[in-house]
């Protein structure tokens, strides 16, 4: 019996998932995509989970596209025609970066090595970043003929700016975790020994923390992004007035006056 592709354990109310093809970098292929896109789902209609951390085997957290997959490796006939790479794009990516922005708790990325292409901008596409100072994010597209996915194109610019994102696209060059924190493309660079016990801590921080509202706050920003200051501004008017009904406002005020801890349990 074949390994799992997707190792998942949970403690307390944060579940852990490790891409687990270790002996590939934990490159994407069809089969692991979706195993990690049904995973997500699970979790999403799981009340017990509170906060997702995802991760990898061994010692890369995702070198991308595994290229020998057949819906995108080109066929070896000179006569063949082309592979349609949107394929690929609309049945597994699109839909992973859909789920992962939209999951009702917060996903933390722990990326223990490297994180090449579409494995970086999954990480990207994370709430919060922490990194193994080993660790490097690299937009390696470029290198094969393409540009970058899995939303990269429209992460990129919003985190580091058109120069940055230019130039990490363009030449498509190795950056290391320290430079990625003081770029503002991620967010806490940590020693390699240290990642597990501060993304745990990072993601059981989040958990105790009233999830309906971060996950609020995420969708708040995005959203924002593409609106004027006048229709943030109705918008921001909406969504409290949405969170000041929810348990979870009435119990953190009671707690504060309280002066205890607040038990959140909206989700």
Not at 11 to 29: A, C, E, F
Not at 40 to 62: E, N, P, Q
Not at 193 to 217: F, N
Request: hydrophobic share 50%.
């Amino acid at each position: 019996m074949s390994d799992p592709l997707i190792l998942s354990s949970q403690t307390g109310s944060v579940r852990t998932l490790s891409l687990n093809r270790p002996q590939s970098l934990n490159s994407l292929n069809s089969v692991l995509l979706q195993a990690l896109l049904d995973e997500l789902d699970r979790i999403a209609s799981d009340a017990t989970v509170r906060c997702v951390v995802l991760t990898g085997a061994g010692r890369a957290f995702c070198a991308g596209q595994d290229l020998a997959d057949p819906l995108v490796a080109p066929d070896a006939a000179s006569d063949a025609a082309p592979k349609d790479l949107g394929v690929m794009i609309e049945r597994f990516y699109q839909p992973l970066v859909q789920r992962i922005r939209s999951m009702p708790t917060p996903v933390v990325a722990a990326v223990n090595g490297v994180a090449a292409g579409a494995g970086a901008n999954i990480a990207l596409n994370c709430d919060i970043v922490i990194a193994a100072r080993g660790a490097s994010f690299i937009q390696a597209f470029s290198k094969i003929g393409l540009a970058p996915d899995t939303g990269g194109t429209w992460l990129l610019p919003r985190l580091v700016g058109r120069a940055n994102a230019l130039g990490l696209t363009l030449l498509g060059d190795k950056l290391s975790a320290e430079d990625a924190q003081r770029m503002g493309l991620i967010w806490r660079c940590v020693d390699d020994a240290a990642l597990h016990d501060e993304a745990q801590a990072m993601a059981q921080r989040l958990a105790a923390m009233p999830t309906q509202a971060l996950v609020a706050t995420r969708r708040a920003l995005d959203s924002a992004q593409l609106l004027s200051m006048e229709a943030a501004l109705s918008a921001e008017t909406a969504l409290q007035r949405e969170l000041g009904f929810a348990h979870d406002y009435n119990e953190g005020v009671a707690a504060f006056i309280a002066k205890r801890t607040p038990a959140f349990t909206d989700r």
